[in-house]
């Protein structure tokens, strides 16, 4: 049974998930530590960035199928602006690591849509 493609997907439904997505991520970015769950181990920080950014990828690039690299660089350009973010806040610490992980999330969710965009071959 071949996987589902989601060639079909209305970008109605996409895009203002994708933006709703990205404001999610920039508030639990910039909260205080105090309000977030502690970490389970100590890679917990970087696989959550990776995670929201592969997501946030791989939404962006369904909601905008002929923009992928301007979803991929705009992503890149947001993940830097908020270590920077971070790092102004009294609260929070940017990280140059974090923005290597929200990349690494970024290939992650390229290759996650791009399996999800492929056409099924009936065979």
């Not at 917990?44 to 690039?61: E, P, V």
């Not at 999330?105 to 056409?119: D, E, F, T, W």
Request: net charge positive; glycine share 8%; charged share 10%.
């Amino acid at each position: 049974m071949p996987l589902p493609t989601f060639d079909r997907v209305q970008p109605g439904v996409t895009i203002p998930v994708f933006w709703a997505l990205l404001l999610g991520v920039t508030v639990l970015c910039l909260l205080p530590t105090a309000y977030l769950p502690q970490k389970v181990f100590s890679l917990w920080d970087k696989a959550q960035h990776a995670l929201a950014f592969a997501t946030l990828a791989a939404l962006g690039l369904l909601a905008y199928p002929h923009r992928r690299w301007r979803v991929l660089a705009g992503l890149l350009v947001f993940g830097g602006l908020i270590e920077l973010a971070q790092a102004a806040t009294g609260w929070r610490q940017g990280e140059w690591a974090d923005w290597l992980a929200d990349a690494a999330g970024l290939a992650l969710g390229l290759a996650l849509a791009g399996s999800l965009q492929r056409p099924v071959n009936p065979t």
